[in-house]
Structures are given as structure tokens and as C-alpha cells.
């Protein structure tokens, strides 16, 4: 069957640093992809989206890159803060969403 | 303009009561879909509908779940004889059309006793 699916479950990083989030597809049809960041306690909330056309799309200190030759998306972001601590979903077209990989970001 | 508004934030039901969860979209959005999310997991789908028509309900249970998104009033997601395993948070998203972005409501948690 259809899987979106994270590789790493939880990902510690420095205030200041550099985040990536990785996701990986296997529907060779996917055309558009989308990044949620969930916050404890709230619903999803849309960061950024990408459609296959492209290979990498920048937003306000995210970045997506998309591979399509591996079925591969990253999230980068940039400056990491302590707003940024939560789970993230990589979802394609489909109504399916990865299972999500946690953010914690250490002061 | 306001967002998903989902009601109740937390609903507590006994094992065999019946729970009823309210879901108005965006104004304007026609695409209503359900999650639901356990602990330490991600979002499943559940039901996928617009305006009167459920378009996809591939995970919807067979049995005692089901939704209805009416001409007029909020998306309601109905679970009858709730069991304890019913035990989760319930969200609700909306787009204007199919292939773009979900917005989501803030869920409802559901408890079982």
C-alpha cells in the first residue's frame, strides 16, 4: 500500500542551529507535497508546500526540497527556535499523512 | 476570517453512549475531511466529504462511526456505542478545493470511561 513515512522519530537540536526533516514516498504519482507543524495540544497547521515540478521551494526560514528520483522531501529550517519544538508531517496528495518526527529544540 | 472551530474541545462519554463531534469549516470551504490521532502517533485518515456527499470514507470503521457534512450547519462526526478504544483526539480540516492545504481545527479529545 500508499506510505508516508519519516525516517527519524525525534530530533534534538541547539537553538540557533539548523534543522532537517526528512520524509520519504513511495507513490511515484505524487505531485504536490505539504508540511505541517503540530504544536502540543493544537491541530496541524501548514508551513510550507511543493509541487513536483520544482526541486526546492523557500518560505520564511524553511526550505523543501524535493527529490524526485529517490522519492525523497526534506524541511530544512534555519535559525531553529523554541517556537519550532513540535511534530511535523510530511503529507503528499493523497489524504494520508507520515507519521510525524518530533522537533525538540534545546535552549 | 475565522478558522476550523471544532466543538466540543473535550468530550467525555461512557462506554455504550453515543459521541457527537461538530466541525464548521473555513467560511467559503466546501472540503471538509476527518483525522483521528492517537498518543505518540500520526493522523489518521478517516472520511473525506464535500457538501453533502461523502467523497472518500476508506477509514472509517465499518461499524458505529459516521459523518455527515449537511447543505447547511457544521461537519459532524457521530460515534455510536462508544467502546474505551474510541479513545482519541478527533481533528477536523477544510480546503476551499481538493490539492491544497489543509486547515485544521484544533480537535476534539474524546474520552471513554
Known sequence: ???????????????GDNSIINCAYSNSASDYFIWYKQESGKGPQFIIDIRSNMDKRQGQRVTVLLNKTVKHLSLQIAATQPGDSAVYFCRNNRLAFGKGNQVVVIP | NAGVMQN??????RRGQEARLRCSPVKGHSHVYWYRQLPEEGLKFMVYLQKENIIDESGMPKERFSAE????????????QVVRGDSAAYFCASSPEENSPLHFGNGTRLTVT
Open chain 1, 1 to 15: 500500500g500508499e506510505s508516508v513515512g519519516l525516517h527519524l522519530p525525534t530530533l534534538s537540536v541547539q537553538e
Open chain 2, 69 to 80: 457534512f449537511p447543505k447547511e450547519g457544521p461537519s459532524i462526526l457521530r460515534i455510536q
Open chain 2, 8 to 13: 466540543p474541545r473535550h468530550l467525555v462519554r
